[in-house]
């Protein structure tokens, strides 16, 4: 694995990256967190079909009270084509700059897609849990891989999502009576902890907090609305 991804993310094969993400799989740990989270972060990147520019927005909020502390916005180029199971290879060279440039580290992150949740157990959040060494979560609106039961209307019934036998995350509605969202630990962190902070970050709309911002601000970043650069929030 590079020190600096930027490149060479970039540059790799389709079928070498799968190769790699078989090999990092072996780093995985699901092991609990040693303490509560006090910061808690969400990432998402926003990107026009067709193009080759990326938009990453990471936003560290205070997990009692789901205000902003600090935000970092980066836009980057990518050559690695879109292709299914293999989104990281895309989005982390971005998300590597808007980590680097964010001075106030969250506890833990989450980002906008997958942990283990994925059919090489390789999501964005696992994949980039492991390249920055840090805990991380997937919350993704959609199911890669896996199935699940069904589970009650109310906010905060969940269910397993299993995949070949094995439990790979967690289906939780989080809201009432509207469709779940997919939640799974990424990295660094165990099962239990993924669902308790992801509770802890809903509001009243479907996606948590955290990767709800982080939605806005690179969807602002992309639209011309808002500028690259890290900004505390006082």
């Known amino acids: 694995m590079p020190d600096n991804p930027l490149d060479f993310y970039k540059t790799i094969s389709p079928s070498e990256a799968k190769k790699l993400q078989q090999q990092l799989r072996e780093k995985i740990s699901l092991e609990a967190l040693s303490a509560a989270p006090k910061l808690v972060a969400g990432a998402d990147i926003s990107f026009d079909r067709g193009s080759d520019w990326m938009h990453a927005a990471i936003v560290v909020l205070e997990l009692a009270s789901l205000e902003p502390v600090a935000r970092s916005l980066v836009s980057d180029q990518t050559s690695f084509p879109y292709i299914p ?38 999501g964005i959040a696992t994949h980039f849990g492991i390249e920055i060494d840090h805990p991380t979560i997937g919350s993704a609106k959609n199911i890669l891989t896996g199935s699940h039961a069904e589970l009650a209307l109310e906010k905060g019934a969940y269910a397993a999502l299993i995949d070949k036998g094995e439990k790979v995350g967690i289906a939780l509605r989080s809201r009432t009576e509207v469709n779940p969202i997919y939640v799974s630990p990424g990295h660094k962190l165990s099962f239990d902890d993924a669902y308790s902070i992801a509770m802890k970050t809903l509001t009243k709309y479907k996606l948590p907090r955290t990767t709800r911002l982080a939605h806005q601000w690179a969807n602002q970043l992309r639209r011309g609305e808002a500028e690259e650069g890290y900004l505390e929030v006082q």
């Open 85 to 122: 199971g293999l989104l990281a290879f895309r989005e982390i060279p971005v998300l590597w700059k808007a980590w680097h440039q964010l001075q106030i580290k969250p506890d833990v992150l989450i980002l906008d897609g997958h942990g283990i949740a994925h059919p090489r157990r390789m």
